[in-house]
T-cell receptor
Framework: NAGVMQNPRHLVRRRGQEARLRCSPMKGHSHVYWYRQLPEEGLKFMVYLQKENIIDESGMPKERFSAEFPKEGPSILRIQQVVRGDSAAYFC???????????FGPGTRLTVL | KQEVTQIPAALSVPEGENLVLNCSFTDSAIYNLQWFRQDPGKGLTSLLLIQSSQREQTSGRLNASLDKSSGRSTLYIAASQPGDSATYLC????????????FGTGTRLLVSP
């Protein structure tokens, strides 16, 4: 049973470009969470999604960031017009239900030049 | 607002020592508490999960305790080994807004041979 998969593992973008991060949850999991880990900081919650629905996006920056979890395919975290401050590790987690344990993927490390 | 603090921020010990990592949280209304291990550039590995009704959990050389009323948890590592070198993260799942794990900034452990 494969774990949570994220790709790419490393992503380099220049300022102003778009970054697309993908997360495939564990089989049977329909709840997805995104967290961001800035350098020398703890992980911070960004957004919680179920299939086709954003349930809680209270941790998402108001501009340039968006997330989706379509009926088919992976969850996508999209960052438009990236800035240097977006450089971080972005982790995805999934769970079988909202009360169940969250399992984390290996993360995508975004570097903005 | 729930805040999680981990002390010490870094710890260096010789192989074979028993050690204790500390985690404190400001709001005792939690659903559970989880300890993770993070290796450099890697994802999170769940070590132990303690439900709010439990006092401790054990796995091999690891023992985690929870004192909800005082807002504290400790991770005890017996007979430390160089392979234990990693960053250890504590995460609290609040009773309200339980989809969002709240992480501490971690304790960076180095075990030297």
């Amino acid at each position: 049973n494969a774990g949570v998969m994220q790709n790419p593992r490393h992503l380099v973008r220049r300022r102003g470009q778009e970054a697309r991060l993908r997360c495939s949850p564990m089989k049977g999991h329909s709840h997805v969470y995104w967290y961001r880990q800035l350098p020398e900081e703890g992980l911070k919650f960004m957004v919680y999604l179920q299939k086709e629905n954003i349930i809680d996006e209270s941790g998402m920056p108001k501009e340039r960031f968006s997330a989706e979890f379509p009926k088919e395919g992976p969850s996508i975290l999209r960052i438009q017009q990236v800035v240097r401050g977006d450089s971080a590790a972005y982790f995805c987690a999934s769970s079988v239900g909202e009360y169940n344990e969250q399992f984390f993927g290996p993360g995508t490390r975004l570097t903005v030049l | 607002k729930q805040e999680v603090t981990q002390i010490p921020a870094a710890l260096s010990v010789p192989e074979g020592e028993n050690l204790v990592l500390n985690c404190s949280f400001t709001d005792s209304a939690i659903y559970n508490l989880q300890w993770f291990r993070q290796d450099p550039g890697k994802g999170l590995t769940s070590l132990l999960l303690i439900q709010s009704s439990q006092r401790e959990q054990t796995s091999g050389r690891l023992n985690a305790s929870l004192d909800k009323s005082s807002g504290r948890s400790t991770l005890y590592i017996a007979a430390s080994q160089p392979g234990d070198s990693a960053t250890y993260l504590c995460a609290v799942r609040p009773s309200t807004g339980f989809q969002k794990l709240v992480f501490g900034t971690g304790t960076r452990l180095l075990v030297s041979p």
